[in-house]
């Protein structure tokens, strides 16, 4: 915060994602509290398709709505600062038919992905939103074609609204949430494009906590490498307090511990290793990764070694099967892709004598093959970062966060990769990088002075629920699981063309 006073803006574009929302709100608290004017833009279920709400479901805006209501409720301008609530959507007669004109077809994922409007990468974007929803990262974009229409347009008018508005308002800082996918990237774009400063927010290491980016996406590479960097070297905290920090995060993980919510292992059996390991030979472990999770983050993800991960999976083993007396490569499939089948399907195909495919829900420990392999290789799966730690030769495949802190090994071709395979006498790289990443994402972030979390989806914000009563979330849900697809198909699709129609009359 400055001395000076300052007009901030803010989208509230996600009051479903309750800690998110509260950073929302404590945003917004913050700034009025510094005695700042705050302007908060709002959707009034004027999108045809977004992230909370892919089908523009009439309930499920009804409850967006209702949300977002409370939690603004619950600010206070203390008689400082002012607080003032738009409605985001401000399109001139040109915007109205500029929409007439938008692309909304196209013939593949790369044709999509390569489609822009001014510096606003839509293509990418509205990818981003729909993969992430589907999980799938081969769109198959002839049977989402409908669904991909309605997010271009919702983001065109998202990024033309939000450039009107700035226009007409002088604006310090806008403040957004995650920036990865169609609306939020929308917005993003719109302030790059009038010179606005911008600040994106995402979780912190904590449920408690939030972390704040300026003037750049949380999953750009470089930036969050420099800020590991200085999180670490900046510290206050004693060297060996950082380093304790820092192996706790790891030796969490492999004990299955809850990280942020979750645990990959917890059905796994510590210290268990496939019937058939011989330890007599060369153990290659690849660990695989949801390709649908990054791939479509950004350019800087897109596969520069291999087409997809499955390319370069079985391109690893093929070019290992003529050394296969003395090589053999185990296959460990993520736990998350249990239920993904289109992800599932592909590696459950592959056969080689050489080898080794391990269930998503296989017993066989994660943390025992890493122990006993010889070298792991992933594609941007944390275990990478993870077995460096652990002294092992990690090479990575693909693209990650953690790709340069100098801690594993990042070939930029097949032969490169196997040059590192083969040669018996690899090194592990140094654990410094891998000691600043474990410190960064069990310390980072700002504390939420407002929210108490429950658990990773839940809280109270200021000792008050965010969501409306309980009994709509059942009626919801009930309404989901009774009412006949069809039917709710062809309410959602009513839904849309009056919501269409409405924007293009105000």
């Not at 495919?357 to 594609?379: C, G, M, Q, R």
């Not at 693909?398 to 340069?404: D, F, R, S």
Request: hydrophobic share 35%.
């Amino acid at each position: 915060m400055t001395n000076t006073k300052q007009h901030i803006a803010l989208f509230t574009t996600h009051p479903l994602f309750q800690r998110h929302f509260a950073t929302d709100l404590e945003l917004i608290q913050n700034h009025v509290d510094a005695g700042d004017d705050v302007t908060v833009l709002y959707c009034d279920a004027s999108l045809l398709a977004c992230d909370i709400n892919t089908y523009h479901e009439p309930a499920q805006c009804y409850l967006c709505q209702k949300t977002r209501s409370i939690g603004l409720s619950l600010l206070n301008d203390n008689g400082k600062g002012n607080i003032t609530q738009q409605q985001y959507l401000r399109l001139t007669e040109q915007d109205k038919a500029d929409i007439a004109t938008l692309r909304t077809t196209f013939t593949s994922t790369a044709d999509l992905q390569a489609y822009t409007v001014d510096n606003y990468d839509i293509g990418m974007a509205v990818l981003s939103s729909i993969v992430s929803y589907v999980m799938n990262a081969d769109l198959d974009v002839k049977a989402h074609a409908p669904l991909i229409r309605h997010y271009i347009i919702s983001g065109f008018m998202a990024y033309r609204s939000v450039q009107n508005f700035l226009r007409e308002t002088k604006i310090d800082k806008f403040y957004l949430f995650n920036g990865r996918m169609a609306i939020v990237r929308a917005i993003m774009r719109a302030c790059q494009s009038e010179g606005v400063q911008f600040t994106i927010h995402e979780s912190g290491a904590t449920n408690n906590s939030y972390s704040l980016f300026d003037n750049s996406l949380p999953h750009n590479i470089q930036h969050t490498t420099d800020m590991m960097r200085q999180h670490w070297e900046q510290a206050s905290t004693a060297a060996s307090e950082r380093l304790r920090i820092a192996e706790e995060w790891y030796k969490n993980r492999a004990q299955g511990r809850k990280v942020n919510g979750y645990s990959f292992i917890e059905h796994q059996q510590q210290g268990l290793l496939p019937s058939d390991w011989n330890p007599n030979k060369q153990n290659i472990v690849i660990f695989n990764s949801a390709d649908f999770e990054f791939v479509w983050v950004s350019e800087e993800y897109q596969h520069h070694i291999y087409q997809s991960q499955l390319d370069g999976i079985t391109s690893v083993i093929d070019s290992l099967l003529p050394h296969k007396e003395r090589y053999h490569v185990y296959l460990r499939i993520h736990p998350n892709l249990a239920k993904i089948e289109n992800e599932l399907r592909p590696l459950l195909q592959f056969q080689s004598e050489n080898l080794t495919t391990i269930l998503p829900n296989d017993k066989i420990s994660s943390y025992a093959l890493i122990e006993h392999a010889s070298k792991v290789v992933t594609f941007g799966s944390t275990v990478g970062i993870e077995s460096a730690y652990w002294g092992k030769p990690s090479i990575l495949g693909g693209k990650a966060l953690y790709q340069h802190l100098e801690s594993v090994y990042t070939p930029n071709s097949h032969a490169e990769v196997m040059d590192l395979l083969l040669r018996e006498d690899l090194p592990p790289l140094s654990s410094q990088g891998a000691l600043q990443y474990g410190y960064f994402y069990n310390s980072f972030g700002i504390p939420l002075k407002n929210y108490q979390a429950k658990n990773f989806f839940a809280g109270t914000y200021k000792n008050q629920s965010l969501f409306p009563s309980k009994w709509l979330f059942r009626l919801f849900t009930a309404y989901k699981r009774f009412v006949p697809k069809s039917v709710q198909d062809s309410i959602n699709k009513n839904s849309i063309v009056r919501t269409f129609e409405n924007n293009l009359s105000r």
